[in-house]
């Protein structure tokens, strides 16, 4: 079983960034583990966000964050990223990120196993 352990999150004025991290451990990382970025605010049901394939050759950003998101991941280090600029409070959400091993980039939530605890960001005006 893989733990996945996020961290990054925050209070940040709008237009301001931060960059998420998500650890993960518990077996090989690298080999055709995808990874994604999920968030949910409250009220709302939890919704994709971005997912990178395990080589970080391919990668799947949802439309309403592309532009200002980004996922990358260091295999070496057992952690990918989400980097987010031009945060609005429409982005305030607990992110979450999870894993599945795989040839697909899914962005259906009920595809992915492994979940982190989530952490929140929190977008100011």
């Known amino acids: 079983q893989v733990r996945l352990v996020e961290s990054g999150g925050g209070l940040v004025q709008a237009g301001g960034s931060l960059r998420l991290s998500c650890a993960a451990s518990?077996?090989?990382?690298?080999?055709?583990?995808?990874m994604g970025w999920f968030r949910q605010a409250p009220g709302k049901e939890r919704e994709f966000v971005a997912a990178?394939?395990?080589?970080?050759?391919?990668?799947n950003v949802a439309d309403f964050v592309k532009g200002r998101f980004t996922i990358s991941r260091d295999n070496a280090k057992n952690t990918v990223y989400l980097q987010m600029n031009s945060l609005q409070p429409a982005d305030t959400a607990v992110y979450y990120c999870?894993?599945?091993?795989?040839?697909?980039?899914?962005?259906?939530?009920?595809?992915?196993?492994?979940w982190g605890q989530g952490t929140q960001v929190t977008v100011s005006l």
């Open positions: 999870a894993g599945r091993s795989g040839s697909y980039l899914n962005t259906d939530l009920d595809d992915y196993p492994d």
């Open positions: 518990g077996r090989t990382f690298s080999y055709y583990y995808n």
């Open positions: 990178i394939s395990w080589s970080a050759q391919s990668t």
